[in-house]
């Protein structure tokens, strides 16, 4: 659970309990991605009770249970889903079969909440759309790469209170260290993780949705290789693209697994926002070269003049307040579930489209 | 020409003479781009002798002469272009009368050096590179962003050690303010300055094929928009395109007119390396936010380490005395002349290619 290891990375905040103990009961199922913990500990955070944890490996569930004692484990998933407390379930399961548990989670009408990506085909999405339809259940997803970064989140302020004019582009990097030996066997298996457009690229086009308000986006060119990695012959260790949105704002995007083992950090994220009336820098895990750890610097720069903050411990994550009121009040103020589907939608077109580049020898 | 003026930027160096003065003569011919001082600048401080300037508005060369005393005013493009001393014409016509000048100094047996983009048309590269056949003669190309930037150089000197590895991507911001007042007439019109893609990507594109060490390339999107400026319609305020080499290796880049006046400096314009071992971002211009007016820093993260560099007046500016060395002993060391034209063929052809995007109203 350190800054160095993406995989675990479970960022933590100042607790703002939005509902009394009890109120807003959750469990933890399907223990396979790490980020099941920073999924937890922004709902534990916002007020909710953490009751069941369910994984069919004990090992994961104990060391589940050390980080979250108060969840109890559970048997079998079906006694999570009988269990009428559970108002939601929380899961980062193998990627592919996300949709499969979701669909489960709605059919025993509970809220779900995934990993990204939520999913990994077309096939899957219009499962999970109808299911949404049919249980007036929520959907929604852990896009961490914005609701739970500080930085993030103070850039979408920013952009709200018109401090760049109409954002017109929205450029991401996304790379992140491979430490491949601690990565199970399906983090390597297409089929399994989706791609790396779907996969670590979803983070991208939700935020260029989110930043710019679009409603929905074409991509316009997507790629992907292995340049580097012959040993994994089914890893994608780069993939770009390219995408414009119905409201003509348009965005770039590169994700890779090329973070070299000496930078101080798993990945230095970076969002680029560009406006009509100036630009934001968001760089997300590390300002490169201060070797002071810190995370969480914005810079802008508008009309008015040229700005540096440093925003750690100061925003917090609204999302996992918003998201629990949403759940009680049937609300979509967190996120709204078309917006949940686009991102996973052109992420799964990214990848589907993509053009397989790569190096000569 | 001060650092918040784009359109006159003129870096200065240490003065490195390779050759005595008289040794190389050369002379400025169309001043209506402010990048003839840095390209005088350049090849002055590198040992050239600057016997003749000329430009067919008196205030144009009255204002040189100013900046370079040395310089004696002629009374017609003929009159230097018969002057047998005369090895090298500088030039900074608008952007479409560039090749033609370049054919008109390649007839009177001279080698060209003009500001980028060097040309507007393919007809127009067809014609350079049989007049640069027919006449042995040079058209070289001042890709100021990288040749004339000692972060851009000393990037290159990482990349030529090895220090990430092979580069697999290259990506490139370059924003510039627009500060449309100061601007001429012929910078409005898409048949005079060629498009956003062809005038300032061409640095952009040109700094691709240098760092990854591309030969040529795809231009496989590209884009151009007018955002925000419904005043002068036929400028692009934007423009973004992808390519792949043909080694395999890929670029985004960015180009815009959106700086805001809150800026310190004429614009942020950055360079990111990815490679198989590592990465590097050049800051050119500004370190945003650090408000110290410091220019030319360079972040490196390898297998080693995280670095930064600050490295203002500490590279200088090979190019210049390397062009000179080329031009007296007939070699391609500064720049090979199918790097030169290879650049403009790419942003020509991206900006032939660009789908025309913009906001909806």
Redesign the interface.
């Known amino acids: 659970m350190s800054l160095s290891d993406g995989m675990n990375y479970a960022p933590k905040g100042k607790p703002a309990p939005v509902v009394s103990p009890g109120e807003f009961v959750i469990a933890a199922v399907a223990l396979d991605h790490g980020h099941i913990y920073g999924m937890c500990n922004g709902l534990v955070e916002a007020g909710a009770t953490l009751k069941w944890v369910y994984d069919p490996d004990p090992a994961k569930v104990a060391a589940f249970c050390k980080a979250f004692p108060q969840a109890q484990p559970a048997a079998s998933e079906e006694a999570v889903l009988d269990d009428p407390d559970v108002q939601l379930v929380a899961s980062a399961a193998i990627t592919s079969l996300r949709c499969a548990l979701g669909l489960r989670v709605l059919a025993a009408d509970k809220d779900y909440f995934t990993d990204k990506a939520p999913l990994t085909t077309l096939e899957q999405l219009a499962q999970a759309r109808a299911a949404v339809q049919q249980s007036s259940r929520k959907y929604m997803v852990y896009y961490a790469e914005r609701i739970h970064q500080e930085a993030a989140v103070f850039a979408g302020q920013l952009v709200k209170q018109g401090a760049?004019?109409?954002v017109?582009?929205v450029?991401g990097?996304g790379?992140h260290r491979l430490n491949a030996p601690s990565r199970p066997d399906w983090f390597f298996k297409k089929s399994l993780y989706g791609g790396i457009l779907c996969d670590i690229g979803s983070h991208q086009i939700e935020q260029f949705l989110y930043y710019t308000g679009a409603h929905d986006a074409t991509v316009?060119?997507s790629?992907i290789?292995n340049?580097?990695h012959p040993a994994y012959p089914e890893l994608e260790d780069?993939g770009?693209a390219?995408l414009?949105a119905?409201?003509?704002?348009?965005q770039?995007f590169?994700v890779?697994w090329?973070?070299?083992?000496?930078?101080?950090t798993w990945g230095?994220g970076r969002s680029?926002l560009?406006?009509?009336?100036?630009?934001i820098?968001v760089r997300k895990y590390v300002n490169?070269?201060?070797?002071d750890g810190s995370s969480d610097h914005v810079?802008m720069?508008?009309?008015?003049?040229?700005?540096?903050y440093e925003v750690a411990g100061k925003v917090g994550y609204p999302f996992f307040g918003q998201l629990i009121q949403d759940c009680l009040n049937r609300t979509e103020t967190a996120m709204t579930q078309e917006h949940a589907f686009k991102a996973a939608e052109l992420c799964v077109k990214a990848e589907m489209q993509a053009?397989r580049?790569?190096?000569?020898s």
């Open positions: 760049i004019g109409r017109i582009q450029m990097l790379p316009v060119r790629q290789a340049y580097n780069f770009d390219m414009v119905d409201n003509g704002a348009t770039y590169r890779d090329f973070t070299p083992d000496g930078l101080s230095d680029f560009l406006g009509t009336k100036g630009y820098e490169p070269g201060s070797h810079f720069a508008n009309q008015a003049g040229e700005y540096h053009a580049i790569g190096l000569d």
